[in-house]
C-alpha cells in the first residue's frame, strides 16, 4: 500500500500541525508528502503517479484543497481509483467534517495512523461528489451553491476573515448577516439570482445549493427532499413566506422542513442530475467561479472510498 499526503501549506490548520503530521506518519515505508496549492501543479503530480485501489491519498486541507485533488483524481482516466481519507486542515472542512466521526486535527490524525496500520477494508465509506459540468470545465466537488451564498462567502473574505475569525463560526456570522438582509431587503442580499433549472421557467432564486453531503457547517441539514437520489437540491426563492421566521426549521431540515412548499417559495428534492442556465457567481467549495451565461450540468459522480477519521 502506498500512502500519499496532499498538503495546502496555506491551510489554517495544515500551518499549525504539518510538524505533527509528519512526526505521526514518518514510520511508514514509502510515504510520499507533496505540498503544493497549486491547482495545475496538482493534476501533473496525480497524471506522474501510477495508482491502485490499495493507495490511500490523504487530503491535507480544507474544502477548496479537497475539491482541487478530487478533481485532480477523477478528471484523470483512472479506472481503480485510490481510497481517500481528509484531515480537516483548512479554514472550512465541511466536507471533512462530513466524512469523519470527528472535527478535531489532532484526532482525526490519530485515527490515520491507527487504521494505516490496520488497514481494514471495512473502515471504508462509499460517497460521491457533484459534478460541476461548465464553461470552467469539469469539477468535482460536495457543494455547490448561487445567489446569496456566493454573496455570504464574499462578506466573510471581506469582513469576517480579516477580523482573524476564520473558522465555520465565521461562516455562521455570514449566515445570519445574509438573512438578517434577506428580511429587510437590503442590497446586495436581497437581489436574487434568476436561473432556470431543468426544463421549469426562470425563477428568482435568493439561494440555490446542491450537495452529496448529509450536513453542511455549523451540522446544518437544509434538505428535506424524499425523492431516491444521491444530490439534495434546495431552493429559497425571493419573496418566500415568513423566511427569517421558518429560518431554523430550514436549517434543521428533514421531516421539520416537510411542510414547506413551493408555493410558499421553498423547494427541496433529491436528484441524479439537475440542469442549469444562469449568468453571475457561483461556489463550488468554497471556490468562486463565474458562469458567463453558459449552462451549468451538475450530476452525481463516480462512486469514491473515504476512509472515516
Known sequence: MKVCVFSNPNGRRVKRYLGKLI???SHLEGLEHLVTADESDLANLVSQRRWTSEDLVVINGGDGTAQQVLTAFLNQ????????????GGTTNMTANCYNHSRSYRKALVSLRRNITKNDPQALAARCLVEVNSANG?????????GLIVQGIQFC??????????SEIGAGIALVRAAWGIALKQAPFSKPSVIRID???????????????DKLFLGMRPFWGRENGALHVTGIMQGAVQFLRRLPRIIKGGDRAATLSSAQGYES??????????????TVDGELFESHGMPVSLSSSRVIGVLGL
Do not use: C, Q, W
Open 23 to 25: 512526526a505521526e506518519l
Open 77 to 88: 482516466d483512472i479506472d481503480l481509483l485510490p481510497r481517500f481519507a481528509l484531515l480537516p
Open 138 to 146: 469539469t469539477i468535482y466537488g460536495a457543494f455547490f451553491g448561487a
Open 157 to 166: 473574505h471581506d469582513y469576517v476573515y480579516k477580523t482573524g475569525m476564520r
Open 199 to 213: 426544463e421549469y421557467p426562470e425563477l428568482p432564486m435568493l439561494i440555490f445549493m446542491v450537495s452529496s453531503l
Open 269 to 282: 428534492r433529491n436528484t441524479d442530475r439537475v440542469n442549469l442556465d444562469f449568468d453571475g457567481p457561483y
